[in-house]
Nanobody, 125 residues
Framework: QVQLVESGGGLVQPGGSLRLSCAASGFTFSTWAMNWYRQAPGKERELVAAISRTGGSTNYADSVKGRFPISRENVKSTVYLQMISLQPEDPAVYYC??????????????????WGQGTPVTVSS
């Protein structure tokens, strides 16, 4: 049974920080690239951050570059998104995605693989 379980979302003030975690099970984690997507109300789901199988390569949406580092610990089958300096445009439901393709999700036009249930992030004063 494949599972991707996100945690760490919540409500923070503008400029605050959160760390999202995604715990994976039911597949060989180290052979899958991992991604974080987000979807705000009324908008399409967008790729936020991508990391390769070994963690040696990453890519980010321009809107979060420099603020939201992605990382992974293959021995724990977990991927993280450290969100720093959250802004009013960042609130959304954030989804963990496991991608079987070579390289990074940003190399392709469409998403692929497994999805978590999502964790909401709210930014409010």
């Amino acid at each position: 049974q494949v599972q991707l379980v996100e945690s760490g979302g919540g409500l923070v003030q503008p400029g605050g920080s959160l760390r999202l975690s995604c715990a994976a099970s039911g597949f060989t984690f180290s052979t899958w690239a991992m991604n974080w997507y987000r979807q705000a109300p009324g908008k399409e789901r967008e790729l936020v951050a991508a990391i390769s199988r070994t963690g040696g390569s990453t890519n980010y949406a321009d809107s979060v570059k420099g603020r939201f580092p992605i990382s992974r610990e293959n021995v724990k089958s977990t991927v993280y998104l450290q969100m720093i300096s959250l802004q009013p445009e960042d609130p959304a439901v954030y989804y963990c995605n496991a991608d079987p393709r070579v390289g990074l999700a940003s190399d392709y036009s469409f998403p692929s693989g497994y999805w978590g249930q999502g964790t909401p992030v709210t930014v409010s004063s």
